[in-house]
């Protein structure tokens, strides 16, 4: 369990993070999403104790991290793949952590194994792609078995395969009865991992709701319909109640209708459909909604 | 999706938090880099080499030495042989540089953070990785201290001018060089802490070893107190056997024991302000 209140952290007079109050549960994969520079980063380093809050607090498992004497058995984390030292070799650096925390060596090599590091662990960290600095900053965070895991962007660098199989990791964790909190700044990497999301923007909190509630704030369900007779269609779906828009020349985008309703009266009408496609509303599109007022960095931007 | 699940974890239990876990993490972090073994042992051979070379050129012009030489040949000839002003030169750099990498290395990769969240005690942290540098730097300076000390006497006693380690003040210099290395390697640790950045903390700890020194006289009292209270003073006067005798006469003068306060103060000073440092700042 993280429990973050009221946390808020200046660098002179920008505010990386403005008040922030949330808790993470256990048992549940968490997403923490906001674009580039929301604030998600300090707000982790904070919850890690290695930046100190300029208010609020935060905590795991009721206690601030820094009072801890040693971290593993309590927090896994990955907060940056590249926070390693190239000149090391996996099992090295991997061991030097377990020695740290009084953890016996063999685990090194069960969370080498658990990774797919295990051909690679005694090569140089120098030489690793990012994905294998991923997994291994993965080995890291499971070191200690902890009951609380921090992800800090994970999926970036990863192969697809890798993508598939961090996933289910952790889901696999959260079904553990561990605290998973996972941060991304891409609302499709949530979509297939989270339970829960917290979106922040300009540091503070926008959303924090399950992932169901979220996809509700979407545009509303709408029916892609492609027809040579879009002029004859669109009359018999209004007369119905539907909303109809043109959507480029023989397509149109309806709501207000079921699919399946727009088919029977096109049925009835004998009109000739090409394609009849429900669109589900992307959490995608509600995530942009959502931060558009509070995206730091726009392309294109005018200054 | 995950279902919510019911399952509840025990608490964690953990054994107690031990130093020296630390002491041999620390420990084998800096055995993990090759470049430690090759900068201890290359610099090493070179600083033994350098001094070497220099009984050589002794041991081969003694037969034209005048009587002049010959007299105060032992002990101040002597032991420049044994601790060259180069090779002091050389360890100072070499053991600021490595004590200074032991910090900056950690921030400048980032490793810091993975090393503060696997060990939020910070303190404890940085102090077991001072403590393990001194080791090290201590077995490096004793071992290359005593070695060019016992050559260069060794071929040196070829023309029966070699000195005892029994000889007055021998010891102290061999102690002294010896212990340069890890007062060095504190010194680059401090700063490394307070300057986090590699290259910066190379430039001013060399600056501060090397050439800030002789950027005071020993023409004033006041000038001459803060030139004493340099590292690289401190060592040159416990080196200098012949300190105030033969006929050298010094304006200015500072005792052996001040040379030695002066090294400890060096040496405690940066290990306390590096222990300081980390513990306040964010990563």
Not at chain 1, 75 to 96: E, K
Not at chain 2, 148 to 165: E, K, P, R
Not at chain 2, 226 to 241: E, Y
């Amino acid at each position: 369990m993280i429990e973050v209140s009221g946390l808020t952290k200046r660098y002179g007079a920008k505010t990386a993070v403005n008040g922030l109050t949330f808790s993470v549960r256990p048992g549940h994969v968490t997403g923490f999403l906001g674009p580039n520079g929301a604030g998600k980063s300090t707000t982790l380093r904070m919850i890690l104790g290695l930046n100190r809050p300029t208010g609020g607090t935060a905590t795991v498992a009721g206690r601030p991290f820094r009072d801890r004497p040693r971290g593993l058995r309590h927090v896994g984390a990955l907060l940056d793949a590249q926070d390693v030292h190239g000149g090391r070799t996996a099992y090295a650096h991997l061991s030097a952590l377990a020695r740290a925390n009084r953890i016996p060596r063999r685990r090194v090599d069960e969370v080498l194994g658990e990774v797919g590091l295990t051909e690679a662990a005694r090569r140089r960290v120098g030489g690793f792609s990012l994905g294998m600095r991923q997994r291994l900053g993965i080995a890291t965070a499971l070191l200690g078995d902890p009951p609380v895991l921090v992800f800090d962007e994970p999926i970036n660098g990863l192969d697809p395969e890798g993508v598939r199989w961090v996933r289910g990791l952790f889901r696999r964790l959260a079904a553990e009865g561990r605290t998973v909190f996972v941060s991304s700044h891409l609302m499709s990497e949530m979509e297939h991992t989270a339970d829960h999301l917290i979106v922040i923007g300009r540091g503070e909190l926008i959303a924090d709701e399950s992932l169901a509630e979220f996809a509700a704030r979407g545009t509303p369900q709408s029916v892609t319909v492609r027809t040579p007779d879009a002029s004859e269609l669109t009359p018999i779906l209004t007369a119905e109640g539907g909303s109809v828009r043109p959507d480029g020349d023989q397509a149109l985008t309806v709501t207000g209708l079921s699919a399946a309703r727009i088919g029977e009266l096109a049925f009835q009408h004998r009109v000739l459909l090409h394609e009849l496609a429900p669109r589900t509303a992307s959490l995608e599109e509600a995530f942009m909604e959502l931060t558009a007022d509070s995206v730091e960095y726009l392309a294109g931007d005018a200054r | 999706m995950t279902a919510p699940t019911t399952t509840v974890r025990p608490a964690v239990t953990e054994p107690s938090a031990r130093f020296r876990d630390l002491l041999a993490a620390e420990w084998a972090k800096l055995w993990s880099l090759r470049s430690t073994h090759w900068t201890l042992l290359l610099s090493g051979l070179v600083i033994i080499g350098i001094n070497i070379n220099a009984a050589v050129a002794d041991h081969h012009n003694w037969p034209h030495y005048d009587a002049g030489i010959r007299a105060i040949f032992v002990p101040i000839w002597a032991m420049r042989d044994a601790f060259t002003l180069i090779s002091g030169m050389i360890i100072m750099l070499v053991a600021g540089s490595i004590g200074a990498i032991t910090i900056t290395g950690e921030y400048g990769t980032g490793l810091i953070r993975t090393t503060f969240a696997a060990v939020p005690a910070r303190r404890s942290l940085v102090a077991a990785k001072l403590i393990d540098v001194t080791v090290v730097m201590l077995g490096y300076g004793t071992v290359v201290a005593g070695v060019s000390f016992w050559a260069t006497q060794a071929i040196l006693s070829g023309h029966h001018v070699g000195m005892s380690i029994g000889y007055p003040g021998a010891f102290q210099a061999v102690a002294a060089s010896a212990l340069l290395a890890p007062v060095c390697a504190l010194l680059g640790m401090g700063l490394g802490a307070i300057i986090r950045h590699g290259a910066a903390t190379m430039a001013i700890t060399t600056a501060v070893l090397l050439l800030l020194p002789p950027c005071f006289t020993d023409h004033y009292r006041w000038t001459a107190d803060i030139k004493h209270a340099m590292p690289s003073t401190a060592w040159q006067r416990l080196v200098d056997v012949g300190y105030g005798r033969f006929g050298f006469t010094v304006r200015h003068p500072t005792t052996t024991t001040e040379a030695w306060i002066t090294l400890a103060i060096w040496a405690v000073a940066a290990a306390a302000v590096a222990v300081t440092v980390v513990d306040r700042r964010d990563v």
